[in-house]
């Protein structure tokens, strides 16, 4: 009636951990008289039947363990663990029960699906066989899957909510959240650097600034300036000429012309520029635009030029050279008269301030013992020059009054040699024309 043969338990077990880890397989065998270890006499059946360890043995596994029954034994394995069984081997006899076919034994095991001769995972995920919240992303694992937050959101109970990465200080200048992210922005001048939180200027001068002459780029901003001779107008763009005439009437010495940008001076006919704002006359007689005719001699005064007929004397005077007549004793008309007269020429400008020293004169012939006097003979009218004596044979011609030319004066300048002595009394003259020319330079 008892049937006991004791045979080998052939025992194939596969052990598939979630975790990847081998861990303690404890297989605990109890001999039985009628059955194999681990069966017990059915007696309805009339079969040696599987013993459920996990339910018969009080604590049968230490810890976190979970028991698992198996034909003829348990085991005991992480809770984490699921098994695969091989199927039983048909000789074991007596018949044991036919195969469960529950989750943890089934043909794979759970998030496993069988495809051919083994088994795949299974993708929760698309299959839509997760659990997920809408705020949580599925992502699938070998064997199973886990809801995670995305990127930018944490895990607040069950839901994901969006991290406020702002308040972390990430950017420069200011952060704007987002849902899932953050973007940092810049004030205006500056625009986001390639590691997008820091801020870097904007060169504005390269990017079409408005500025009409001269742009210089700053932190943050720029500057519009302008060329020498504009100003920057009030909007700060533009820049408009200046007029540099009005700024005062000493620009220039004669008139001034403004320009963009600058300013020239402008000088009258018969004069040239000299530097930049002076008027220098120019020597006609010299650079030869004169117009005087063959016999004339040029003389340049301020501002034009003079044509003199050369020297002709008159009666009773004889030209003995150039510029020199004379009138001989012999002609009784001569007595009264300066024995010799000179011709000169000078120009002055207008305007002088007086009194001013404006010409020497020097006795040319000295007699010993003799004193010299020195007059104006003829030509000032008005009284507007004097002679100062230096000493007994040189005086000086002093203008006494401003003078506004254009003028012209022809004065007659004595020279007269006394000698108390031998009672002895000459005389000789300076014709001296004076122009005066039409501006003070
Ligand atoms: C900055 O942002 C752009 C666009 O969002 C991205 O393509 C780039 O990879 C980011 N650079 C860095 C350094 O994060
Ligand atoms: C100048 O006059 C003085 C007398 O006043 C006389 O003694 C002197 O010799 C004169 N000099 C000349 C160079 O004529």
Known sequence: MVQSTLKSLSLSLSLCLSLSLCLSLSLSLSLSQECTDGYEWDVQSQHCKDINECVT????????????????????????????????????????????????????????????ESCVDVDECI??????????QCLNTVGTYSC??????SKIGLECVDVDECRYRYCQHRCVNLPGSFSCECEPGFQVAGNNRSCVDVNECDMGAPCQQRCYNTYGSFLCR?????????????????????????MCQHQCANEPGRFSCICPE???????????????????????EEGQTCVNIHGGYHCTDHNRCQEPYVQVSDNRCVCPVIKPECRELPFSIVQRYMSITSER???????????????????NTFRIRSGDDNGEFYIRQINNISAM??????ITGPKEYTLELEMVSV????????????????????YAF
Do not use: W
């Open 57 to 116: 043995i009080a604590e049968p596994c230490q810890g976190e363990m979970k028991c698992f029954n198996h034909y003829g034994g348990y085991l005991c394995l992480p809770r984490s663990a699921s098994v695969i069984t091989a199927p039983e081997p048909s000789s074991q006899a007596p018949a044991g029960p036919p195969p469960q076919s529950n989750e943890a034994f089934g043909s794979c095991p759970v998030g496993y699906q069988v495809q051919g």
């Open 127 to 136: 299959l839509d066989l997760h659990d997920c919240q809408p705020s949580q």
């Open 148 to 153: 995670q937050c995305p990127e930018g959101y």
């Open 226 to 250: 302008c060329e020498q001779g504009y100003e920057l107008g009030p909007d700060g763009f533009i820049c408009n000429d200046i007029d540099e005439c009005s700024y005062s009437s000493y």
């Open 270 to 292: 018969g004069y040239q520029l000299l530097g930049t704002r002076l008027c220098q006359d120019v020597n006609e007689c010299e650079t030869g635009t004169h117009q005087c």
């Open 353 to 371: 301030s007086v009194p001013s020293d404006i010409f020497q004169i020097q006795a040319t012939s000295v007699y010993p013992g003799a004193y």
């Open 397 to 402: 011609l002093v203008l006494a009054r401003a």
């Open 419 to 438: 000698n108390p002595l031998r009672s002895y009394k000459t005389s000789s003259a300076l014709r001296l024309s004076v122009f005066v020319g039409p």
